[in-house]
Every structure is written in structure tokens, then in C-alpha cells.
Antibody
Framework: QVQLVQSGAEVKQPGASVKVSCKAS????????LHWVRQAPGQGLEWMGW????????NYAQNFQGRVTMTRDTSISTAYMELSRLTSDDTAVYYC???????????WGQGTLVTVSS | EIVLTQSPGTLSLSPGERATLSCRAS???????LTWYQQKPGQAPRLLIY???SRATGIPDRFSGSGSGTDFTLTISRLEPEDFAVYYC?????????FGQGTKLEIK
């Protein structure tokens, strides 16, 4: 069974950065695009962007341009999402998700709660 | 950016009833890149329907999707107790993705 396993919860101060990892298992990371989606407490889903793990190419949502960086390390089948200049509005669960057909997401990580608080 | 508007915000129905959820896009969604997900509390979303009408692997046939252009519908023919959850539509177009705000399906 395909799995995406994310790193653990983080607590950050405003202005700091956070880096969340997403390790793929039981499939080849470079075969599928990987997207990042976040969900603030009690709110809906927000698309952040994707990385092509094969080429390293990225595409970020306009709301996160200049603040988000998506990378990967193919040697350990892991993708990363780093978000900088954190504010309390960035408190959310962050998910990685594998792109399936027609830009749908068939497998999701378990989510990583990032709390931004002073 | 394409904005998706889901209606109703909350739908109260009983098991065995039919549920009809709507997702309207601010612009035409290209090539039916329209997807539906189910999310239960504390869980990641679950893929239900992709390409507007194709059921994902393992999804019961009581779930169906339809629509094109700017108007899409998710139908659950006969509600089972496990179907009560939040449902999101999602689109991808012009290299940008977006989700609707969700419809909460609750037990009446």
C-alpha cells in the first residue's frame, strides 16, 4: 500500500520558518507529482503548489509566492515544504498528496500540525 | 484563479436518502479537471471522484459525479451512516489549483 509519511508537529514563533517532510514508500517518488495542501483549524482546504520530484520543477500558488519552497531528495524518497515568515494565520495542518489522474490526489500524508505562536 | 462555490453549506439528511451536492466554478474548468473528496474529522481527505465523473478505486457505486464547464454535482444515491462527513470539490486549471469551501453532510 502506497504511503506518504510526514514529519511531526511543530511549534514556531512568528517570523520563523518551518520545514515539513513527506516520505514516500511503496512507490517511486519521481513517478508522480507531489502537491501540498493546508487546512487551518475548522476551515477548508487550501492548495499551496506542487513539485515534480523527477525534475525538481515547482509551481506555487500565488498566495504563497516568495514564502514557500518545495524541494525533494530522491535518494531518500522524501519531499519537503518550507514556509517562511510565519504568522498566526499559517497555523494549520499541512498535507502532502500524490497527484493521480486529471490532477486529483489519490494518496495523502497523515498531516503535520504547524502552530505559530509567541 | 478559479473560485469554486459549493452549496449548500450544510445538508441535513437521513440514512437511506439521496444527497445532491453542488459545486459551481467562476470560470469553465478545463478538461473536467474536477475532483471530489470526502473528509472525516481528524483524517486526511479521501479521493472519491476524479475527472468529474470517474469513481476512484474502491469507492462504492452509490457515489456518482456529473457536470461540465462550470456546474458539477456529487450525488450519493442512498446514504449510509459512514457517508456523513464534509465534501470538497477541487479543480486544477491554468497551473493553479483550488478547493471549494466544503459541504457538511450531517445526520438529520
Amino acid at each position: 500500500q502506497v504511503q506518504l509519511v510526514q514529519s511531526g508537529a511543530e511549534v514556531k514563533q512568528p517570523g520563523a520558518s518551518v520545514k515539513v517532510s513527506c516520505k514516500a514508500s511503496r512507490y517511486t517518488l519521481t513517478d508522480y507529482f507531489l502537491h501540498w495542501v493546508r487546512q487551518a483549524p475548522g476551515q477548508g482546504l487550501e492548495w499551496m503548489g506542487w513539485i515534480n520530484p523527477n525534475s525538481g520543477g515547482t509551481n506555487y500558488a500565488q498566495n504563497f509566492q516568495g514564502r514557500v519552497t518545495m524541494t525533494r531528495d530522491t535518494s531518500i524518497s522524501t519531499a519537503y515544504m518550507e514556509l517562511s515568515r510565519l504568522t498566526s494565520d499559517d497555523t494549520a495542518v499541512y498535507y502532502c498528496a500524490r497527484e493521480y489522474q486529471l490532477a486529483s490526489f489519490d494518496y495523502w500524508g497523515q498531516g503535520t500540525l504547524v502552530t505559530v505562536s509567541s | 484563479e478559479i473560485v469554486l462555490t459549493q452549496s449548500p453549506g450544510t445538508l441535513s439528511l437521513s440514512p437511506g436518502e439521496r444527497a445532491t451536492l453542488s459545486c459551481r466554478a467562476s470560470q469553465s474548468v478545463s478538461s473536467s479537471y474536477l475532483t471530489w473528496y470526502q473528509q472525516k474529522p481528524g483524517q486526511a481527505p479521501r479521493l472519491l471522484i476524479y475527472g468529474a465523473s470517474s469513481r476512484a478505486t474502491g469507492i462504492p457505486d452509490r457515489f456518482s459525479g456529473s457536470g461540465s464547464g462550470t456546474d458539477f454535482t456529487l450525488t450519493i444515491s442512498r446514504l449510509e451512516p459512514e457517508d456523513f462527513a464534509v465534501y470538497y470539490c477541487q479543480q486544477y486549471g491554468s497551473s493553479r489549483g483550488s478547493f471549494g469551501q466544503g459541504t457538511k453532510l450531517e445526520i438529520k
